[in-house]
């Protein structure tokens, strides 16, 4: 079992930044792949980001693409989520998870990924 915090969210104008940080109970930590999902009012959660169990690959949704950047510190059991130029889009409940396959995988859906957080509130003013 893991258990995974979020923290970080908040409220910020339109082209702010923001840093979510997602910290994992479990040990070993790395043998996890990480991802980064949104879910906004009224919509399906979707792919956000997503990095390799070794750090080495990292994924993104197009619409974030060259704004936000996933990162991770295996030491600290800790993933993060740097978002720069933010949108009003990007309003939502964002959520940590882990998925325990993450040696074999990245995954971009919410199928594959076996362990989610609370979420953390991101809230963009225009």
């Known amino acids: 079992q893991v258990q995974l915090v979020e923290s970080g969210g908040g409220l910020v104008q339109a082209g702010g930044s923001l840093r979510l940080s997602c910290a994992a109970s479990?040990?070993?930590?790395?043998?996890?792949?990480m991802g980064w999902f949104r879910q906004a009012p009224g919509k399906e959660r979707e792919f956000v980001a997503a990095i390799k169990w070794n750090g080495g690959s990292t994924y993104y949704a197009d619409s974030v693409k060259g704004r936000f950047t996933i990162s991770r510190d295996n030491a600290k059991n800790t993933v993060y989520l740097q978002m720069n130029s933010l949108k009003p889009e990007d309003t939502a409940v964002y959520y940590c998870?882990?998925?325990?396959?993450?040696?074999?995988?990245?995954?971009?859906?919410?199928?594959?990924?076996?362990?989610w957080g609370q979420g953390t509130q991101v809230t963009v003013s225009s």
């Open positions: 998870a882990a998925d325990r396959l993450g040696s074999k995988r990245v995954g971009t859906f919410v199928s594959q990924y076996d362990y």
């Open positions: 479990r040990r070993p930590f790395s043998g996890y792949a």
